[in-house]
């Protein structure tokens, strides 16, 4: 097994994904609001996106961390990096629950996890991959500081849209964060 870093801001805990996640998980995707990440699925169909998200760290070294406000204690979705087979690039990527979301978390939880992947995996570029549609993580996206680069078309889904982070030390002033 590899050991899963814990990350820390201001406000958020960045740490490994636990079996009580579950639950919360599960949830998000039996909703309509799902379909913007490859829902609605069953809670069979959920438990294996679960584990897929659990098995990336020991596939490749890296993967999404459950994300914990400080304050609370309260599980407030997942954000982390992500390259599984036939993506077009190794992203940050993000999800918050929506009694969570508004609050700048995911902007903070992946400027972190974003830093993570440039300062200690050495990673070039990282991109985002938002399905058409998905107009709150396009704008996230983009405060962030990332371009729009290309669209991949999904038969029978949104297409993709692939937004490129800026490096460190270019331009954005969202470097400076995490």
Partial sequence: MVEIPILETERLILREIRPGDFEAYAAFYETERSRLRA???????????FAAEIGHWTLRGYGFWSVDEKASGAYCGVVGLYNP??????EVGWLVWADHEGKGIAHEASLRAR????????WDQVVSCISDGNHRSIKLAE???ATFDRRVPRPGRPDQL???HPTPGSASPENTDG
């Avoid at 829902?39 to 996106?49: K, S």
């Avoid at 087979?85 to 190794?90: D, F, I, L, V």
């Fill in 162 to 164: 692939v937004y490129i």
């Fill in 39 to 49: 829902g609605p699925l069953t809670r069979v169909e959920a438990w294996a996106a």
């Fill in 143 to 145: 405060r962030m500081g």
């Fill in 115 to 122: 830093a993570y992947a440039f300062e200690v995996l050495g």
């Fill in 85 to 90: 087979e036939g993506w077009p690039a190794p």
